[in-house]
């Protein structure tokens, strides 16, 4: 079902929203590629043309709703008092984003209702409903509804932008076009701060209005409609939702020159196969690569992927990922994970076994290894040989870290925690015992705004 959807415009927005422009007292944000003509990642991307994972997707829905269905998501059917709704349970910082979709809300007209909701909200599970809420009452979220619900046959579509419910229009506006038309209509929104321009099929029917006292949040992207006593069958698909990431990198080419601090043994910290070799296996070596951009450590997500070799109980000692003031900070080898970074902190994903039995454990600590804030047991053996999932959600000194979809650790908050200047990065180390040890596939988010320093993505 993919269609081009307003690529052109996109580019063309992509320049402003996420580049900008240099004004006092800040410094402009810079995009450098190596190949202009490379697709945009998306943080969802979805076209419905298959299954949809499991665990990736909340989704509630009446019977017979809310399902893949003929290549597209079938949010209600033709039928009273239903409701439907899809999220992405993937969180992101809700301050800048592009967001694309295609909807089709049905052919029936005067006897149709009653529309679709694009939403982005603290939470998604929030109580189901039917009508004009179009299944979109969230708490502290916000809207971007699609009103098919017409008093008679000459009624008009409405556009608008609702807060909590639709029962807070924030702006509304009424539609250039029939909506219940029974054709597929392209949408796009896009944010900036707390300012949403509105596009329907290439035309801007809201322009850049500024919500009040908007302040960023971290939620999630959805979809929601619903029916009343009027029905129709209403569909959404294509969506894409681009958020702008600090720091992104799949070591697939060469580092750029200058992006890195790397610091390591001979034969590791360096790009291997697609991905970043911290360690061989090999005794007593080290291994660290941070990203030389400054950041404000108060909130980001951050997602990549380890592999911390194959060798289980005779094989050492872990992988850090670290937020720190410094990045030159001295080299170190063991236990240390080479993460021993003056007022820093970090996620230390630990291998060292004692014995053959000893379990795996993943640890928040402060300034070093010494200084364990947090520890778990890790519920899997990370000495496998395969690659795993992690991801660290960090918003003013609480955290969670999941590894492979599963929280591991949830909202643990860091004792008198204040925000500071600093750099992410990752590190391992070997003491006797030793693993090849990797990570690849970095991504991470945060309010851009905040950041001090030039970015470098690729």
Known sequence: MKQGILYIII??????????????????????????????????????????????????????????????????????????????????????????YRVNLGSKDGTGADGIAFIFCPVYNYSPDVGGTLDATCPGGYMVALDTF???????????????????????????????????????????????????????????????????????FGFGAATGMYSNDQRVDDIQVQVPRFWEEDFSTVLPSNSYFISASDGSGLVDNGSFKLTEDVSLEHGRIFLRAHALMNQFIATYRVNLGSKDWTGADGIAFIFCPVYNYPAETGGSFDAICPG?????????????????????????????????????????GAWH????????????????????????????????????GFSAATGMYSNEQRVDDLQIQLDIQKIFMPVVTR
Do not use: C
């Open 344 to 384: 820093g902190y970090m996620v230390a994903l630990d291998t060292m076994e004692y014995y053959d039995s000893y379990p795996d454990f993943i640890h928040i600590a402060h300034d070093s290894y010494a200084n364990i804030l947090h520890s778990v047991q890790a519920p899997i053996n990370l000495e496998d």
């Open 150 to 220: 017409e008093e008679n046959e000459s009624f008009p579509d409405y556009i608008y932008i609702a807060h909590d419910s639709f029962a807070n229009r924030l702006n509304i506006v009424e539609s250039p076009i029939d909506l219940e038309d029974g054709a597929w209509h392209d949408v796009a929104v896009y944010f900036d701060q707390g300012s949403i321009t509105v596009m329907l099929d290439g035309n801007a029917v809201i322009s850049e209005f500024a919500i009040p006292g908007y302040t960023p949040f971290l939620g999630y």
């Open 11 to 100: 580019a063309s927005l992509l320049v402003t929203l996420f580049l900008g422009s240099t004004t006092a007292g800040a410094t402009s944000i810079q995009a450098v590629t190596e190949n202009a003509s490379k697709p945009a990642s998306f943080f969802w991307e979805e076209d419905f043309s298959a299954a949809l994972p499991s665990g990736t997707y909340f989704i509630t829905a009446s019977d017979g709703s809310g399902l893949v269905d003929n290549g597209s998501f079938k949010l209600t059917e033709d039928v009273s008092l239903e409701h439907g709704r899809i999220f992405l349970r993937a969180p992101a910082l809700m301050n800048q984003f592009i967001a694309t």
């Open 389 to 424: 999932d992690v991801a660290v959600y960090f918003d003013q000194g609480i955290i969670t870290v999941m590894l492979d979809g599963n929280a591991v650790i949830s909202g643990f908050a860091i004792p008198g925690y204040v925000p500071f200047q600093g750099y992410f």
